[in-house]
Nanobody, 124 residues
Framework: QVQLVESGGGLVQAGGSLRLSCAAS????????MGWFRQRPGKEREFVSA????????DYAASIKGRFTTSRDIAKNTVYLQMNSLKPEDTAVYSC?????????????????WGQGTQVTVSS
C-alpha cells in the first residue's frame, strides 16, 4: 500500500505559479512511476505528467508542456509539480497517483494508488 497526500493547491491569478507536492508513504517507490492527473469542471480526468521514480525520466501532456515541470525528491519521498504561466483553463482538481508496473502510461486506469486531490483555481 502507498499513501499519497497532495498539498500546494490554491487560488492564483492567470500568469502566476504554484508548486504542488505529493508526499508518499508506506512503500519504497523504486521502479514505480508517479503520475499527476487533473479533472477540470465538467471534464473527464486527464493525464498531466509522469516521472519514473528510479531514473527520473519524465513525460508531459501536450497542453501543459513547457509550462509545467515534474520532479521528485527521493530522500523526502515526494514528487512535485511546478506549474508556471497558469491559465484559467488549468483550473482543476490535481491528483497524484502511482503506477506500480512502472510503464508510465497516460491511462489513469493503470494507476493503483491515488491521493485525495488538491484544488487549483486560476482566475482571469
Amino acid at each position: 500500500q502507498v499513501q499519497l497526500v497532495e498539498s500546494g493547491g490554491g487560488l492564483v491569478q492567470a500568469g502566476g505559479s504554484l508548486r504542488l507536492s505529493c508526499a508518499a508513504s508506506g512503500q519504497n517507490l523504486r521502479g514505480y512511476v508517479m503520475g499527476w492527473f487533473r479533472q477540470r469542471p465538467g471534464k473527464e480526468r486527464e493525464f498531466v505528467s509522469a516521472i519514473n521514480w528510479s531514473g527520473g525520466g519524465t513525460d508531459y501532456a501536450a497542453s501543459i508542456k513547457g509550462r509545467f515541470t515534474t520532479s521528485r525528491d527521493i530522500a523526502k519521498n515526494t514528487v512535485y509539480l511546478q506549474m508556471n504561466s497558469l491559465k484559467p483553463e488549468d483550473t482543476a482538481v490535481y491528483s497524484c497517483a502511482v503506477d506500480i508496473e512502472g510503464k508510465g502510461t497516460v491511462d489513469a486506469r493503470a494507476y493503483v494508488y491515488w491521493g485525495q486531490g488538491t484544488q487549483v483555481t486560476v482566475s482571469s
